[in-house]
């Protein structure tokens, strides 16, 4: 990277609850699981972490419950080195949590409940908006109210601030409101969601990717797991083969691409490097448990790059 680069993350912050089992009771039923994770989560904070660990600076705007979780989540962000001075305290409202089921390929299961996120409204942005505009990147993901989210991609578009929008959790979204982000960037189970088409392989990515930009998108990357990321434009699309590894936990996997990747296209890396980049250190927080206590440092990332 070249620089420091500015990144707001205007999202959601869980506090996650992990369980680690390969059978799920019946109704009535009560059962075991293997082993139990408490950590921070939601998409817009993991994003943040993320951002930060790869040498960005970060700042959040978000909104959490007037509980236990919504104070540790805010002294998790300040010891992380994410400026949390626009993170909000809702009266009141029970922070984001999300309980997360693992089995044993690694794959996740979350369920989240939006709590304090579901209260970060557009007046909320403005109130950030000088922060906003000083930014070099947004980064935004749909675990706040979609009027917020595309008030902020609007907001975005208004004054020349790239803006990277995750649209995760999958759900029907207007195109006309995403053709305000530069980037759109959903999993396979989302591009499926949002182009209305199969995702399973990168020919399948490649046509709905197609189709999302014949919808109005600018810049279209979807990420495929162990098959790496799918980028197109208007110039064509190009695949970027994934960083192999044994998965042991692919929950924040997603984040961990997002946030490292506004990071360093931000910091000066060209995009095609930049999702390189962004395949290695996503792939590389699956191979321990949680979310954004599976991300790796900077120095741990660039030991594997060599
Ligand atoms: O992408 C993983 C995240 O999804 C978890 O941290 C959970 O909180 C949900 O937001």
Redesign the pocket.
């Known amino acids: 990277m070249n620089r420091e680069p500015h990144i707001v993350v205007v999202g959601?912050a869980?506090v996650?609850l992990t369980t680690f089992t390969d059978q799920f009771p019946r109704p009535g039923e009560t059962i075991f699981g293997r082993e139990f994770h408490l950590g921070f989560?939601?998409?817009g904070a993991?994003q943040a972490v993320a951002a930060r660990l790869c040498g960005a600076r970060v700042s959040m705007v978000a909104r959490v419950g007037d509980d236990l979780f919504g104070e540790a989540t805010i002294r998790n962000f300040t010891a992380r080195g994410v400026d949390a001075s626009r993170v909000l305290i809702t009266p009141g409202v029970s922070s984001?949590v999300?309980p997360?089921f693992v089995d044993s390929a690694g794959q996740n299961r979350?369920l989240?409940v939006k709590g304090a996120n579901d209260r970060l409204l557009p007046a909320d942005v403005d109130a950030a908006a000088d922060l906003l505009r000083e930014a070099d990147c947004l980064v935004l993901q749909l675990?706040i109210p979609i009027e917020t989210v595309y008030y902020t991609l609007s907001f975005a578009r208004r004054h020349g601030i790239r803006a990277i929008l995750n649209p995760?959790p999958g759900q029907a979204l207007d195109l006309a409101q995403l053709a305000n982000a530069d980037y759109v960037i959903p999993n396979e189970t989302e591009a499926e969601v949002l182009g209305g088409m199969p995702v399973r392989n990168v020919d399948e990515a490649r046509a709905c990717a197609a189709h999302l930009l014949d919808g109005g998108l600018r810049r279209v990357i979807v990420t495929l797991g162990a098959n790496g990321a799918l980028c197109a434009g208007a110039e064509g699309s190009r695949h970027v083969p994934a960083h192999t590894v044994q998965p042991v936990d692919t929950?924040?996997a997603?984040?961990a691409f997002i946030g490292s990747f506004a990071c360093f296209l931000s910091g000066g890396c060209d995009e095609y490097e930049a999702i390189a980049r962004a395949n290695v250190y996503a792939a590389l927080s699956t191979l321990s448990v949680g979310?954004q206590m599976s991300f790796v440092t900077l120095e741990r990332f660039q030991e594997v790059l060599g």
């Open positions: 959601s869980n996650d989560g939601g998409k993991n984001g999300a997360i979350i989240v675990e995760a929950t924040g997603g984040d979310t």
